[in-house]
């Protein structure tokens, strides 16, 4: 009997130590994993290839859009519309950056209530919107209604912009072709003339934009759904309504 207790007590032993060896990987398992997060491969006709590294922890909702409007080859032929010292931007229909979209979403950065941690350091992917503080006096609503206003268009930082952090939502890191990034932001820009002086400016439209030729993502086969949107706001109405009502807004 005490023979059986022993081989039993030792069996429960070694069932103990496998069954706490179990859990102790699974622990570390759990502390070491980190989910892949998706990868965007953007083609930039005679430059090359930008990957982006997206990040659906700092803003779910962006990135949500970003990978729906790529998968429907909404960026496929269109141009990087504006170029600077510190970024480049792209993604507007219209090719100037006054093109406008029927939906928009939720900046999803600190100012606008997203606990988002990103930087704007430089390589990162940045979501561009519309900035009505210059009304603001008319409305306090108009400051939120350009933080609400992003969509499609996008920028890429060439240097580390504190400006932008906490304003404007970072939602992905280029690991791969910034020499692209530095080469486009360097380009020849068109100049203006004005009228009444003839003084001429440089802008920040590029003489030959480069092209956007295809734009795929890999998100390792994790589906991320469809993101929230809302019908943009258009400031144009909401001015002409605002004066032919006698100053008040809708």
Known sequence: MKK?????SI??????LILGGFLAYGYYQKDTYSLK??????????????KIELYPDMAPNTVKNFIKLINEGYYNGLTF?????????GGDKAGNGTG???????GEFKENGYNNEMKFERGTLGLARQDFTYYSSLSADLIEKGYNSGYAQFFITAEDVEAFNGYYTAFGKVIEGMEIIDKIKALETTTETDEE??????TTKPVNPPVISNVT???????????????????NSWMMNYYYSGGLSY
């Open 81 to 89: 519309h504006r170029v600077e010292e510190t970024l480049i931007q």
């Open 217 to 235: 993502v890999d998100t390792f086969g994790v589906e991320y759904g469809e993101p929230e949107t809302h019908e943009s706001f258009d400031i």
């Open 4 to 8: 059986n207790g022993l081989i039993l």
């Open 100 to 106: 406008q979209t029927e939906q928009s979403i939720n």
């Open 197 to 202: 002086t003839g003084e001429k400016t440089k």
């Open 11 to 16: 069996i429960l032993l070694i069932f103990v």
């Open 37 to 50: 997060r998706p990868i965007v491969s953007m083609e930039i006709k005679n430059y090359g290839t930008i």
